[in-house]
C-alpha cells in the first residue's frame, strides 16, 4: 500500500530557512516523480518542485527558483529545502508519487505540513 508522510513544518521567521522531509512506504522513489505542493488559505494548490526518479532532474516554480531545492535522499526520503523564507510562502506543503519517469501530477498524496513564515 502506498502512503506517503510529510514532516518538518512549522513556524519560521521571514529569511529563515527549513527542511520538510516526505517519507514513502509501500514503493520506492526510483521509478517516481516525486512533487512537493502548496496551498495557501483561499489559493489553489501549486506545484512548487519535482524530481524524476530515474533522471534526477529537478523543475520549480518561478517563484521558489534559487531558494527552494529538492532532493532524494534516498530511496524513500525525498526532501525540500526551503532557504530565505518570505511570508508569501506561508502554506500547507504537500508531497505527492506518481509512479512515472515524466507525469508530475501526483496519484498519491501526504496530508501536508504546515509552513508558517512570520515575524
Known amino acids: 500500500q502506498v502512503q506517503i508522510v510529510e514532516s518538518g513544518g512549522g513556524l519560521v521567521q521571514p529569511g529563515g530557512s527549513l527542511r520538510l522531509s516526505c517519507a514513502a512506504s509501500?514503493?520506492?522513489?526510483?521509478?517516481?516523480?516525486m512533487s512537493w505542493h502548496r496551498q495557501a488559505p483561499g489559493k489553489e494548490r501549486e506545484l512548487v518542485a519535482f524530481?524524476?526518479?530515474?533522471?534526477?532532474?529537478t523543475q520549480y516554480a518561478d517563484s521558489v527558483k534559487d531558494r527552494f531545492y529538492i532532493s532524494r535522499d534516498n530511496d524513500t526520503i525525498t526532501s525540500l529545502q526551503m532557504n530565505d523564507l518570505k511570508p508569501e510562502d506561508t502554506a500547507v506543503y504537500f508531497c505527492?508519487?506518481?509512479?512515472?519517469?515524466?507525469?508530475?501530477?501526483?496519484?498519491?498524496w501526504g496530508q501536508g505540513t504546515q509552513v508558517t513564515v512570520s515575524s
Open positions: 509501500g514503493f520506492t522513489t526510483g521509478k517516481y516523480v
Open positions: 505527492g508519487a506518481r509512479h512515472s519517469s515524466y507525469n508530475y501530477v501526483p496519484a498519491h
Open positions: 524530481i524524476i526518479g530515474v533522471s534526477g532532474k
